[in-house]
């Protein structure tokens, strides 16, 4: 993935206190050819998801994508989308018509990540199971690059204002990807020559919930969102495993606060990068759409933690910049047959709603 170097657990979602409700308008029909590259507008086209101008099939399967709903302090509408070109990733979280991840490809968007590794080895980008797909499905597509991914998407179904799904990721870095991952690895040191492997696919499975108010444990907390994730391995034993949840966005989310569950405030933090046992936000520059995440804290435990990222435009991103929020939850040894469970809360909304909403959640769920 663009930056899946640290892993993630659970976030949490909270909506701004006031947004005025637009008029309703017709909407105009959405292009799915790009402007030129460089021009006004280029960048939002790839990086706002489309369902549109995305793919509905998944190898012999077909799904059309998913979106639920809730309406916050009943004038503000918080949706979320699944998309079947990421294999049931994250593509979309709406306030109103306020887009606030960047999903342009395969390795963006807000999707589950994992690592295996032996004692003596280190986590690698070329034994990366990744929900969303391969870095090789964006090769030759046009933007958005949303086409069809490699990781084998089985099951996105919604009931209620939830959104369940089943898949098998793909790796990031293919056995047939003639390019080198980071860090200069190669899949063929690391893959073995066998079935599922030689599919591009991994031998994990992962199951992932989404759930929106009144769906999960805080109904009364509108501007949340829950998700979970179990992942299931029919791997040989590594003496280390890692699991990331972690979230692309928007460009304009370049300020980074860390929520203090001691105080209940927020603070700023250094945009490059931090990492933290605290829960992590980012924000517009004004403060008016933030994001945070938020985990409870005997889930947390000892090992994971936050962890927040700012990358300028360069290659290795396709040029769009990166500005992540994300938990990282490393596990001791992973065996066949074995899984590893994860849970987050979202949070979105302005930064005074946020700070207060994070208050409310962790008082609820200690």
């Given at each position: 993935?663009?930056?899946?170097?640290?892993?993630?657990?659970?976030?949490a979602?909270?909506?701004m206190?006031?947004?005025?409700?637009?008029?309703?308008?017709?909407?105009?029909?959405?292009?799915?050819?790009?402007?030129?590259?460089?021009?006004?507008?280029?960048?939002?086209?790839?990086?706002s998801?489309?369902?549109?101008?995305?793919?509905?099939?998944?190898?012999?399967?077909?799904f059309s994508?998913?979106?639920?709903?809730?309406?916050?302090?009943?004038?503000?509408?918080l949706?979320?989308?699944?998309?079947?070109?990421l294999?049931?990733?994250?593509?979309?979280?709406?306030?109103?018509?306020?887009?606030?991840?960047?999903?342009?490809g395969?390795?963006?968007?807000?999707?589950?990540?994992?690592?295996?590794?032996q004692?003596?080895?280190?986590?690698?980008?070329?034994?990366?199971?990744?929900?969303?797909?391969?870095?090789?499905?964006?090769?030759?597509?046009?933007?958005?690059?949303?086409?069809?991914?490699?990781?084998?998407?089985?099951?996105?179904?919604?009931?209620?204002a939830?959104?369940?799904?089943?898949?098998?990721?793909?790796?990031?870095?293919?056995?047939?990807?003639?390019?080198?991952?980071?860090?200069?690895?190669?899949a063929?040191?690391?893959q073995?020559?066998?079935?599922?492997?030689?599919?591009?696919?991994?031998?994990?499975?992962?199951?992932?919930?989404?759930e929106?108010?009144?769906?999960?444990?805080?109904?009364k907390?509108?501007?949340?969102?829950?998700t979970?994730?179990?992942?299931?391995?029919?791997?040989?034993?590594?003496?280390?495993?890692?699991?990331?949840?972690?979230?692309?966005?928007?460009?304009?989310?370049?300020?980074?606060?860390?929520?203090?569950?001691?105080?209940?405030?927020?603070?700023?933090?250094?945009?490059?990068?931090?990492?933290?046992?605290?829960?992590?936000?980012?924000?517009?520059?004004?403060?008016?759409?933030?994001?945070?995440?938020?985990?409870?804290?005997?889930?947390?435990?000892?090992?994971?933690?936050?962890y927040?990222?700012?990358?300028?435009?360069?290659?290795?991103?396709?040029?769009?910049?990166?500005?992540?929020?994300?938990?990282?939850?490393?596990?001791?040894a992973?065996?066949?047959?074995?899984?590893?469970?994860?849970?987050?809360?979202?949070?979105?909304?302005?930064?005074?709603?946020?700070?207060?909403?994070?208050?409310?959640?962790?008082?609820?769920?200690?």
């Open positions: 993935m663009r930056s899946l170097r640290q892993g993630a657990l659970l976030a979602a909270t909506v206190t006031a947004v005025i409700t637009p008029v309703a308008a017709t909407a105009a029909p959405v292009s799915c050819e790009a402007p030129a590259r460089g021009s006004t507008g280029y960048n939002d086209f790839v990086l998801y489309k369902s549109e101008c995305a793919a509905k099939k998944n190898y012999d399967r077909t994508d998913v979106t639920v709903s809730t309406l916050v302090d009943k004038r503000n509408k949706s979320v989308t699944t998309s079947t070109a294999a049931g990733s994250i593509a979309s979280v709406k306030v109103n018509d306020k887009e606030f991840i960047s999903s342009g395969h390795g963006a968007a807000f999707q589950y990540a994992f690592h295996a590794w004692q003596g080895e280190s986590p690698s980008e070329c034994y990366n199971p990744t929900q969303a797909g391969a870095r090789k499905d964006d090769d030759r597509q046009a933007p958005p690059y949303h086409g069809p991914s490699t990781s084998a998407l089985y099951t996105m179904a919604k009931s209620g939830s959104i369940r799904t089943a898949g098998r990721p793909a790796f990031f870095v293919t056995l047939d990807d003639p390019k080198p991952g980071w860090g200069d690895c190669r063929a040191d690391l073995p020559k066998k079935v599922p492997f030689t599919m591009g696919l991994s031998p994990y499975w992962l199951q992932t919930s989404i929106l108010a009144p769906d999960h444990d805080v109904p907390l509108e501007n949340v969102f829950r979970s994730a179990t992942i299931t391995s029919e791997d040989e034993r590594h003496d280390h495993f890692d699991g990331v949840f972690v979230a692309y966005l928007q460009p304009d989310f370049t300020k980074v606060f860390s929520y203090s569950l001691a105080t209940g405030r927020l603070s700023a933090k250094p945009a490059d990068s931090h990492t933290s046992k605290d829960p992590m936000v980012r924000c517009t520059a004004d403060g008016d759409y933030c994001l945070g995440m938020y985990v409870r804290p005997d889930v947390l435990g000892s090992k994971a933690y936050y927040t990222m700012s990358r300028p435009p360069m290659d290795y991103n396709g040029h769009f910049g990166e500005n992540t929020i994300q938990v990282t939850s490393p596990s001791g992973m065996d066949k047959g074995e899984k590893a469970s994860y849970e987050t809360y979202i949070v979105v909304g302005n930064k005074s709603r946020v700070q207060s909403t994070m208050t409310q959640l962790h008082r609820a769920l200690r």
